[in-house]
C-alpha cells in the first residue's frame, strides 16, 4: 500500500493536469468520433501519465500524456547506458518504435500523437512479470515468445535499455507477446552492439528475481542461454561490457550464470575482474 504522502502527491499531480486532461478528452472524442473519458491507469512509476480512454464504459485506447508536475527520482551513474529521454523525446522514441514493431505484431498498434500526448491501442494482456510471478516455472515458454521481438527489433537496429519482465505483455491464450515502454536512450559512449547486449543482460537480470521464478532458470539456465542463443544478433558478440557489472549487480550474484554467459559475450567481465 502506497504511504499516505505518496498518495497525497499523486492525488495532486493528477489535479494540476486536470485542465490538459479535459482538453485532451476532447481532442481524442473528435478522433475517435466518440465520447472518451480519460481514467488514471493504475501502473505505476514511469515518467509521464498514463490514462485509459473509455467509451461507453468499455476501454478504448492507452494514452501517454507528458505530465510536468510528476516527481520521478530516478538516479542514473555514469555506467548506466541508457538515461531516460525528456519529455516528446520519449514520446518520440516511443511513437517510431511501435511504428516499426506493429508491422510484425510486436508493438501495441500506435492511433493517434499530439505534442505532449501518445495514444496506442488498448490490449486486455497480462504483463510478463504478472504472469511469471503466478507461473513461475513458466520461464522459458514466456522467453520464447520474448526473444522473437528481440530478434526483429535488433534486426532493425532498435534498442530499448530498459528491458525487464513488466515491459512486454502477454496475450490470454499465451501465444503472442508484444514490447512497451520506450523511454530510455543511449548514452553517448554506448554503441549499437552495446545496447543489444545490455537488453539481453537486462532482461535476465530481472528473470533472476526471486518473485519471477529465478530458481526455476538457474535449473533450465542452458536451455534459456540455448534459447537466447538461437535469437540473439551476432553483432552483440563482440560488445564491449566492461559497464555491466556496475549495473548487472543481481547478475554478478550468480558467478555460475555470469561464466555461462561467456559464450555467448566473450568480453562480458568475470566476477573475479570486478
Not at 56 to 72: D, E, F, G, I, S
Not at 189 to 217: H, I, P
Not at 234 to 253: G, I, Q, S, W
Request: one cysteine or more; charged letters at 25%; glycine letters at 4%.
Amino acid at each position: 500500500m502506497s504511504s499516505p504522502l505518496k498518495w497525497l502527491r499523486r492525488k495532486v499531480e493528477l489535479h494540476r493536469l486536470s485542465a490538459r486532461r479535459v482538453t485532451l478528452e476532447e481532442e481524442l472524442t473528435c478522433y475517435f468520433k466518440a465520447p472518451i473519458r480519460l481514467r488514471p491507469a493504475s501502473a505505476k512509476g514511469g515518467y509521464d501519465e498514463i490514462y485509459l480512454a473509455y467509451t461507453n464504459a468499455q476501454k478504448h485506447a492507452v494514452v501517454r500524456l507528458n505530465n510536468p508536475y510528476k516527481t520521478v527520482n530516478d538516479p542514473i551513474g555514469p555506467w548506466d547506458p541508457g538515461v531516460p529521454l525528456e519529455a516528446t523525446g520519449r514520446l518520440d522514441r516511443e511513437w517510431e518504435a511501435y511504428q516499426c514493431l506493429v508491422q510484425s505484431s510486436y508493438s501495441p498498434k500506435p492511433l493517434w500523437r499530439g505534442e505532449d500526448v501518445l495514444v496506442c491501442e488498448w490490449l486486455d494482456w497480462t504483463r510478463a512479470s504478472v504472469h511469471l510471478s503466478r507461473t513461475r516455472n513458466d520461464i522459458l515458454k514466456t522467453s520464447a515468445l520474448i526473444f522473437p521481438i528481440l530478434t526483429y527489433m535488433h534486426g532493425q537496429d532498435l534498442t530499448h535499455l530498459d528491458l525487464n519482465l513488466g515491459n512486454f505483455l502477454l496475450s490470454p491464450d499465451l501465444t503472442k507477446a508484444v514490447v512497451i515502454d520506450f523511454e530510455f536512450g543511449p548514452q553517448a559512449w554506448v554503441s549499437l552492439e552495446q545496447q543489444m547486449a545490455f537488453d539481453y543482460l537486462r532482461l535476465l537480470n530481472d528473470c533472476l528475481r526471486a518473485r519471477r521464478g529465478g530458481k526455476y532458470l538457474l535449473e533450465q539456465l542452458s536451455s534459456w542461454l540455448d534459447l537466447l542463443g538461437a535469437h540473439m544478433d551476432e553483432r552483440a558478440k563482440d560488445a564491449n561490457l566492461d559497464f555491466a557489472p556496475h549495473v548487472l549487480k543481481r547478475l554478478y550474484e550468480y558467478p555460475e550464470v555470469i561464466h555461462s554467459l561467456k559464450a555467448l559475450f566473450p568480453k562480458l567481465p568475470m566476477p573475479e575482474d570486478k
